[in-house]
């Protein structure tokens, strides 16, 4: 078997190297963005201030910025998974979407009187069977028929964003709703509020113990070792008695696991009912995530709060200082530039050090 | 008159010294051995004065007159000539199309009949003989190396750089080599010839200069030398060159092969016992299925026809994991693909291939302390030169990764050892020590399979030997009923022996 398709880019730096680059592309990214603020006439400093305030500057900012940020945390981990394997998971979009909608309708069909401690694992299980069998196939189909999984993910996006939104439209819908959504799930079902008056639930610390999960995986288990020889050296690996199609599946079904869970935890925490179309690209999201978060939990974590944090901000920083909120989105892109390319800021390192 | 001069020249690449400070005299119309072992410097060396690469100080005289030399097409604008150890061949063209390639004849067509004159004119000159019209793809690989060769000439070289040529060449094939390289020495050309083996060196060469680990060390007629004298310059220290090898005294038969095909279309199967407590020795051309027979026995590869048995039960369908299990332990040939994980630390690869053994896990988690301590006493037992067990592995020197996957495959004992191109890229001190760690596995009763391109390893070592080509083993027998010549007749088909 050859070794196709593996994606290096965070195996063979040291660790501190890594968060190094991290940091500095963030940095210079922000620095950038300020340039071109100025060149259009703002202020920087205060568009930044306001940036600032309107995600870390009061509770409700803080809240709504870790709101943003736990679908990211899902989806960054997801990708990171599949990246440990070797494999490029950009399915996330789709995986979340079935997930969403099958954990929604699951919620929706099981019987009212059931004891929301048995309904509700089971509609989260539901979806996130879903994400599996979505993701894995990703596997299967790469593992089997060698056909690479960035092309087979993208049409499986297509499939579940239009899938999703063919059942909501025509047998899912909300009576009266003018927009595609489900009914509201029953109250019972929602996840509780951590800030009173915010769109922040407890899907916050499922996130975080996620986060637990994928490191225990990597650090303590023979699963996880052969994961990283996969992703490492796929040849050796197999030489080494890693099952090598078994693996390669293994891992996109729980890579897809991990980002159904972005769409269902939108669906029982933020909105309450599947959306049709709801996710603003969440699932392509997550690749930057990852990336900079340098394929470790932590980072993941700390990468998505970032992301969010510009997400929660951009509003405020609109409102106050006339900047457009989609500056937040040149800010992401910038980071996700600089850190797709380690040598330029390898190349700038050395021009300051010279 | 210096044909090449080559003064002080130094070389890093990154942190590492290639070359420090190194002085190189060849006259003209000699043929020249560049002597020492992998990593000594040498084809940094040549690939310096092909235009490769750049020297970070040092110059250059070619016929006495200095140059500086950027690019290969440069040196070949001062007639010389390189012939790399990978051929830079177009499979697909002909022989003729090869040879003229980035030279050819003609304004806007390309005058194939003279480019055919040209090249027939050279022929008859340095006695070559070739059917142009032939496919690069259907030569064998010493003919392929003559096209190389004659590339060189064609365009005019005078000075001509082969790397390591000899490895890849059965024995017939290497005195061919040696007749054409002496024949163009008589017409006056100027051969560089690399090269770690030592016999080689006193059979082809006028004068010798050896390198070590960067340096120069000397330059020295070769009718004033013996192969030990060299070996001691070259390693540093002297050097044994025999190895010790007791009687064998064979047991149970370990792996059996029956009727395995190796290619859908080999004539020939391989049908093979290796009993505990010898060594079985595969010898033949690379290519003639030896990654494929290591494939079919570790199991990544399925045999469509044929079995596979090990220990008196067939694993023809067992996986990978199931084999090593079963007690299989594995040498691949090529180790940077198949034994080690480069992006990780020693401690994880000592884990490869043992990572569902109940030694190093239970319920599915890694013993961690366990992992340690064992890499920890592997790389006492086997004096591997690391500073953590945490490093990178990547960070070792070759003989150091060849000594961790050596102590890996054999620290738990394997009923069978399938030791493929066990020292291929190692030292000589590398090579001493795998081979006596290989006859020690042997006289404990062990089975060791020994698949290997070079000859002289598997007459050192083997108590039996079996010539693979075109995937069939076409002879088998006691190592001590062959000769050279015999082995290397069959390796290239059989014919006449």
Known sequence: MKPKGTFNLFARRKDWESLWYSLLAIVFSFLLVALIMLAMGYNPINAYAALFRGSFGSVYAISLTLCRSVPLIFVGLAVGFALKGGMFNIGGEGQLYMGGFTSAVTALILPQGMPVFISLPLAILAGMVAGMVWGGAIGLIKAKLQINEVIVAIMLNYIAQLLTSFFVNKYFMAKGSMTPQTEILPAGMQLPNIVANSQLTTSLYIALFMGVVYWFVFRHTVFGYEVNALGNNPSAAGTGGVHTVRTTVLVMAFSGALASMAGIFEVFGTYGRFIDGFSPGIGFTGIAIAFIGQGKPLGIILAAILFGSLQAGAMQMSLMEGVSAHIDKVIQGLVIVFIATPNFIRYLLNRKTR | ?????????????????????????????????????????????????????????????????????????????????????????????????????????????????????????????????????????????????????????????????????????????????????????????????????????????????????????????????????????????????????????????????????????????????????????????????????????????????????????????????KRKKLGLGVIPSDRHRNAILPGMSIVDNFLLGLQRNSRFSSMGLVRHKALEAYAESMITAYAIKVSSEHQHISELSGGNQQKLVFSREVGLDPVLLVAAQPVRGLDIGAIDYIHNQLLELRDRGQAILLISTELSEIMEMSDRIGVLYKGGLIVERDADDFTVEELGLYMAGGKGA
């Open chain 2, 1 to 321: 008159m210096d044909a090449i001069r080559m003064n002080n020249i130094t070389k890093t690449f990154g942190t590492t010294v290639a070359l420090a400070g190194v002085d190189l005299r060849i006259r003209v119309g000699e043929v020249h051995c560049l002597l020492g072992e992998n990593g000594a410097g040498k084809s940094t060396l040549m690939n310096i004065l092909y235009g490769l690469y750049r020297a970070d100080s040092g110059d250059i005289a070619i016929n006495e007159v200095p140059v500086e030399i950027n690019s290969p097409k440069m040196a070949q604008s001062l007639h010389i000539g390189m012939v790399h150890q990978h051929f830079m061949l177009v499979e697909s063209m002909t022989v003729l199309q090869n040879i003229i390639l980035g030279n050819e004849e003609g304004t806007f067509a390309i005058d194939y009949k003279k480019c055919r004159e040209r090249i027939e004119v050279l022929e008859h000159l340095y006695h070559f003989d070739f059917d142009l019209d032939a496919k690069v793809s259907e030569l064998s690989v010493g003919e392929m190396q003559r096209v190389e060769i004659f590339k060189a000439v064609y365009r005019g070289a005078d000075i001509i750089i082969l790397d390591e040529p000899t490895a890849v060449l059965t024995p017939q094939e290497v005195s061919v080599l040696f007749r054409i390289l002496d024949d163009m020495r008589n017409q006056g050309k100027t051969i560089v010839f690399i090269t770690h083996k030592l016999q080689e060196t006193m059979r082809l060469s006028d004068r010798v200069t050896v390198l070590r680990n960067g340096r120069f060390v000397q330059t020295v007629e070769t009718k004033d030398m013996d192969p030990e004298t060299l070996a001691t310059m070259m390693v540093g220290h002297a050097v044994e060159l025999v190895t010790h090898k007791g009687a064998c005294c064979p047991g149970d038969p370990v792996l059996e092969i029956r009727g395995l095909k190796i290619f859908s279309t080999s004539e020939n199967t391989i049908n093979l016992t290796v009993r505990a407590g010898e060594i079985y020795g595969i010898a033949g051309v690379d290519g003639n299925g030896q990654q494929e027979l290591e494939r079919f026995i570790v199991g990544t590869e399925r045999p469509k026809i044929g079995e596979v048995w090990l220990n008196g039960s067939d694993i023809s369908a067992c996986t990978v994991a």
